[in-house]
Protein backbone atom coordinates (compact mmCIF):
# COMPACT_ATOMS: atom_id res chain seq x y z
CA UNK A 1 0.00 0.00 0.00
CA UNK A 2 1.18 3.27 -0.98
CA UNK A 3 2.07 6.13 1.12
CA UNK A 4 -0.35 8.88 -0.36
CA UNK A 5 -2.92 5.96 -0.38
CA UNK A 6 -2.66 6.40 3.21
CA UNK A 7 -2.18 9.53 4.10
CA UNK A 8 -5.78 10.08 1.70
CA UNK A 9 -7.30 7.16 3.46
CA UNK A 10 -6.07 9.19 7.06
CA UNK A 11 -7.21 12.50 6.31
CA UNK A 12 -10.97 11.19 4.78
CA UNK A 13 -11.14 9.55 8.82
CA UNK A 14 -9.83 12.41 10.28
CA UNK A 15 -13.01 14.99 8.09
CA UNK A 16 -15.50 11.75 8.68
CA UNK A 17 -14.19 11.94 12.72
CA UNK A 18 -14.50 15.71 12.44
CA UNK A 19 -17.43 15.91 11.06
CA UNK A 20 -19.07 13.49 13.22
CA UNK A 21 -17.52 15.16 16.31
CA UNK A 22 -18.97 18.62 15.17
CA UNK A 23 -22.31 16.76 14.73
CA UNK A 24 -22.15 15.76 17.95
CA UNK A 25 -21.39 18.96 19.39
CA UNK A 26 -23.99 20.36 17.39
CA UNK A 27 -26.32 17.71 18.69
CA UNK A 28 -25.48 17.84 22.34
CA UNK A 29 -25.85 21.63 22.18
CA UNK A 30 -29.76 20.77 21.08
CA UNK A 31 -30.05 18.14 23.29
CA UNK A 32 -29.00 20.73 26.06
CA UNK A 33 -31.46 23.34 25.24
CA UNK A 34 -34.09 20.82 24.78
CA UNK A 35 -33.21 19.19 28.47
CA UNK A 36 -33.73 22.68 29.46
CA UNK A 37 -36.85 23.19 27.87
CA UNK A 38 -37.98 19.88 29.59
CA UNK A 39 -37.02 21.38 32.76
CA UNK A 40 -39.16 24.31 32.71
CA UNK A 41 -41.92 22.59 31.32
CA UNK A 42 -41.59 19.97 34.40
CA UNK A 43 -40.94 23.23 36.83
CA UNK A 44 -44.35 24.52 35.66
CA UNK A 45 -46.39 22.16 35.63
CA UNK A 46 -44.74 21.03 39.54
CA UNK A 47 -46.51 24.75 40.19
CA UNK A 48 -49.55 23.46 38.58
CA UNK A 49 -49.59 20.52 40.55
CA UNK A 50 -48.61 22.38 43.78
CA UNK A 51 -51.52 24.34 43.05
CA UNK A 52 -53.89 21.32 42.44
CA UNK A 53 -52.96 20.08 45.75
CA UNK A 54 -54.12 23.53 47.43
CA UNK A 55 -56.99 23.14 45.36
CA UNK A 56 -57.74 19.40 46.46
CA UNK A 57 -57.08 20.04 49.91
CA UNK A 58 -59.47 22.96 50.09
CA UNK A 59 -62.31 20.63 48.33
CA UNK A 60 -61.31 18.00 51.02
CA UNK A 61 -62.21 20.50 53.44
CA UNK A 62 -65.62 21.79 51.82
CA UNK A 63 -66.34 17.48 51.36
CA UNK A 64 -65.96 16.95 55.07
CA UNK A 65 -67.88 20.11 55.75
CA UNK A 66 -70.30 18.95 53.80
CA UNK A 67 -70.36 15.17 55.08
CA UNK A 68 -70.75 16.74 58.42
CA UNK A 69 -73.80 18.78 57.72
CA UNK A 70 -75.29 15.77 55.87
CA UNK A 71 -74.65 13.71 58.88
CA UNK A 72 -76.33 16.50 61.00
CA UNK A 73 -79.63 16.89 59.06
CA UNK A 74 -79.74 12.96 58.24
CA UNK A 75 -80.10 13.18 62.35
CA UNK A 76 -81.58 16.13 62.27
CA UNK A 77 -84.27 14.77 59.88
CA UNK A 78 -84.51 11.06 62.16
CA UNK A 79 -85.26 13.21 65.36
CA UNK A 80 -88.14 14.65 63.49
CA UNK A 81 -89.63 11.68 62.30
CA UNK A 82 -89.51 10.01 65.46
CA UNK A 83 -90.66 12.82 67.12
CA UNK A 84 -93.92 13.24 64.30
CA UNK A 85 -94.42 9.48 64.79
CA UNK A 86 -94.50 9.31 68.78
CA UNK A 87 -96.62 12.40 68.61
CA UNK A 88 -99.33 10.79 65.72
CA UNK A 89 -98.97 7.54 68.06
CA UNK A 90 -100.08 9.36 71.31
CA UNK A 91 -102.75 11.05 69.64
CA UNK A 92 -104.08 7.69 68.38
CA UNK A 93 -103.84 6.66 71.64
CA UNK A 94 -105.58 8.76 73.41
CA UNK A 95 -108.67 8.46 71.10
CA UNK A 96 -108.68 4.68 71.27
CA UNK A 97 -109.34 4.50 74.45
CA UNK A 98 -111.80 7.25 74.82
CA UNK A 99 -113.82 5.80 72.33
CA UNK A 100 -113.40 2.71 73.50
CA UNK A 101 -114.20 3.70 77.63
CA UNK A 102 -117.21 5.75 76.13
CA UNK A 103 -118.24 2.33 75.30
CA UNK A 104 -118.24 3.44 71.55
CA UNK A 105 -117.15 0.80 69.28
CA UNK A 106 -119.81 -1.36 67.90
CA UNK A 107 -119.42 -5.41 67.07
CA UNK A 108 -119.56 -4.06 63.48
CA UNK A 109 -116.30 -2.13 63.59
CA UNK A 110 -114.92 -4.53 65.36
CA UNK A 111 -115.32 -7.02 62.81
CA UNK A 112 -114.03 -4.28 60.33
CA UNK A 113 -110.83 -3.93 62.10
CA UNK A 114 -110.52 -7.71 62.12
CA UNK A 115 -110.86 -7.79 58.93
CA UNK A 116 -108.79 -5.28 58.30
CA UNK A 117 -105.92 -6.51 59.94
CA UNK A 118 -106.48 -9.91 58.25
CA UNK A 119 -106.49 -8.45 54.77
CA UNK A 120 -103.26 -6.39 55.37
CA UNK A 121 -101.66 -9.75 56.24
CA UNK A 122 -102.81 -11.11 53.58
CA UNK A 123 -101.79 -8.30 51.06
CA UNK A 124 -98.28 -8.64 52.36
CA UNK A 125 -97.84 -11.94 52.62
CA UNK A 126 -98.88 -12.15 48.50
CA UNK A 127 -95.66 -9.77 47.87
CA UNK A 128 -92.27 -9.41 49.70
CA UNK A 129 -93.58 -9.46 52.40
CA UNK A 130 -91.78 -7.16 55.37
CA UNK A 131 -92.61 -9.41 57.96
CA UNK A 132 -91.50 -13.28 58.61
CA UNK A 133 -93.57 -16.04 57.50
CA UNK A 134 -93.41 -16.81 61.52
CA UNK A 135 -94.97 -13.07 62.27
CA UNK A 136 -97.66 -13.13 59.79
CA UNK A 137 -98.59 -16.12 60.70
CA UNK A 138 -98.86 -15.04 64.65
CA UNK A 139 -100.18 -11.95 63.93
CA UNK A 140 -103.27 -13.81 61.74
CA UNK A 141 -103.63 -16.44 64.61
CA UNK A 142 -103.90 -13.82 66.95
CA UNK A 143 -106.75 -12.10 64.76
CA UNK A 144 -108.49 -15.39 64.58
CA UNK A 145 -108.79 -15.82 68.37
CA UNK A 146 -110.02 -12.22 68.74
CA UNK A 147 -112.63 -13.18 66.56
CA UNK A 148 -113.49 -16.56 67.80
CA UNK A 149 -112.78 -16.37 71.35
CA UNK A 150 -115.03 -14.65 74.23
CA UNK A 151 -113.20 -11.35 75.58
CA UNK A 152 -111.90 -12.90 79.26
CA UNK A 153 -110.41 -16.06 77.18
CA UNK A 154 -108.04 -13.78 74.50
CA UNK A 155 -104.20 -14.23 75.51
CA UNK A 156 -103.76 -10.34 76.03
CA UNK A 157 -99.57 -11.03 76.13
CA UNK A 158 -100.15 -12.67 72.03
CA UNK A 159 -102.06 -9.04 71.57
CA UNK A 160 -99.29 -7.22 73.39
CA UNK A 161 -96.40 -8.84 71.15
CA UNK A 162 -98.85 -8.72 67.42
CA UNK A 163 -98.35 -4.92 68.41
CA UNK A 164 -95.17 -5.40 68.78
CA UNK A 165 -94.74 -6.66 65.60
CA UNK A 166 -96.94 -4.24 63.89
CA UNK A 167 -94.96 -1.16 65.63
CA UNK A 168 -91.34 -2.44 64.92
CA UNK A 169 -92.78 -3.44 61.13
CA UNK A 170 -93.54 0.36 60.92
CA UNK A 171 -90.75 1.28 62.53
CA UNK A 172 -87.76 -0.36 60.09
CA UNK A 173 -89.98 0.69 56.85
CA UNK A 174 -92.21 3.60 57.87
CA UNK A 175 -95.34 2.16 55.63
CA UNK A 176 -98.87 3.38 55.80
CA UNK A 177 -100.03 -0.65 55.99
CA UNK A 178 -97.85 -1.14 59.02
CA UNK A 179 -99.32 2.17 60.82
CA UNK A 180 -102.49 0.78 59.86
CA UNK A 181 -101.66 -2.53 61.34
CA UNK A 182 -101.03 -1.21 64.46
CA UNK A 183 -103.50 1.27 65.18
CA UNK A 184 -106.31 -1.71 64.12
CA UNK A 185 -104.47 -3.80 66.34
CA UNK A 186 -104.56 -1.56 69.41
CA UNK A 187 -108.00 -0.17 69.07
CA UNK A 188 -108.50 -4.13 69.15
CA UNK A 189 -107.11 -4.00 72.26
CA UNK A 190 -108.88 -1.09 73.53
CA UNK A 191 -111.81 -3.01 72.77
CA UNK A 192 -111.22 -6.21 74.10
CA UNK A 193 -110.02 -4.42 78.02
CA UNK A 194 -113.35 -2.35 77.94
CA UNK A 195 -115.38 -6.08 76.91
CA UNK A 196 -113.27 -7.47 80.08
CA UNK A 197 -114.49 -4.75 81.92
CA UNK A 198 -110.76 -3.53 82.82
CA UNK A 199 -111.44 0.17 81.02
Known amino acids: MSVELL ?32 EEI ?18 EKYDEKFERLEERMAAEFRRTRREFVELV ?28 AERIIAAYAARANPL ?7 ILEVVRELREKPAKEVDLA ?13 ERDGVYEAAKLWINLYTLRAILLKERGER
Open 42 to 59: NKRFEEVNKRFEKVDKRF
Open 7 to 38: VGFASTIAAIAASAATLGYWLGRKFEGIEKRF
Open 132 to 138: SREEAEF
Open 158 to 170: KLDKALEIADKWF
Open 89 to 116: RALHTHLIEFIAMKGLFTAEERMYLLSE
